[in-house]
Structures are given as structure tokens and as C-alpha cells.
Nanobody, 124 residues
């Protein structure tokens, strides 16, 4: 199993960029697809992006594609979320999660292991 730990959140201004990191313990990191989800105040948690274990396939929420980029470095057991041109509506707690093998990339139920989340606040 893996235990994700997010970092890199903070307070930024609209239009800024931010990169989130998710370090995961465990020797089998590359066998897990990894995903990012977010939860804004008063809203349900939603899918942001996912990446396959080898890093060759990526998936994005349609509304975020083009501004957000997911990547991973299996040698460092780390997955990243690069967020550009941030907007106030991107304000949320961002969660990293590990998917052991389900092809249901977009759904929370596919992810067995979750981090505690990191807060991203975008001021307008």
C-alpha cells in the first residue's frame, strides 16, 4: 500500500501559478495510478486529474484541461499538479489519492488511499 502526503498549497493571487506535490510511501508506487481531487467550501469533492502508473496516460476534468498538468516521478515516489492561471474558483482543499488498478479514473471509489489534503486559496 501507499500513503500519500500532499504539500505545496498556499495563498496566491488570481493569475498566479502553483505546483502541488504528493509524496507517497511504499515500494510499489509505480503500480498505482494517482489522482488529484479537490473540495471547495460547501461543495462536494470533485475529480481534477489522474495519471497512470507509468505516467503515459493522463486524464483531466474537462473544465481544467489546459490550465492544470499532472505528472509523476516514480524514482521519487512523487506526483505533481502544476496549476496555471489560477482563478478564485480554484480555491479548495486539494487531495492526492492512489488507485490500485481500477480504470474508473474519474471516481473517488477507484482510489483506496488518500492524503490529508493541502489548502489552495486564490485571491481575486
Amino acid at each position: 500500500q501507499v500513503q500519500p502526503v500532499e504539500s505545496g498549497g498556499g495563498l496566491v493571487q488570481a493569475g498566479d501559478s502553483l505546483r502541488l506535490s504528493c509524496a507517497a510511501s511504499g515500494r510499489t508506487f509505480s503500480s498505482y495510478a494517482m489522482g488529484w481531487f479537490r473540495q471547495a467550501p460547501g461543495k462536494e469533492r470533485e475529480f481534477v486529474a489522474a495519471i497512470s502508473g507509468g505516467g503515459f496516460r493522463t486524464y483531466y476534468a474537462s473544465a481544467l484541461k489546459g490550465r492544470f498538468t499532472i505528472s509523476r516521478d516514480n524514482a521519487k515516489n512523487t506526483v505533481y499538479l502544476q496549476m496555471n492561471s489560477l482563478k478564485s474558483e480554484d480555491t479548495a482543499v486539494y487531495y492526492c489519492a492512489a488507485n490500485p488498478g481500477s480504470s474508473n479514473w474519474y471516481e473517488e471509489v477507484a482510489y483506496d488511499y488518500w492524503g490529508q489534503g493541502t489548502q489552495v486559496t486564490v485571491s481575486s
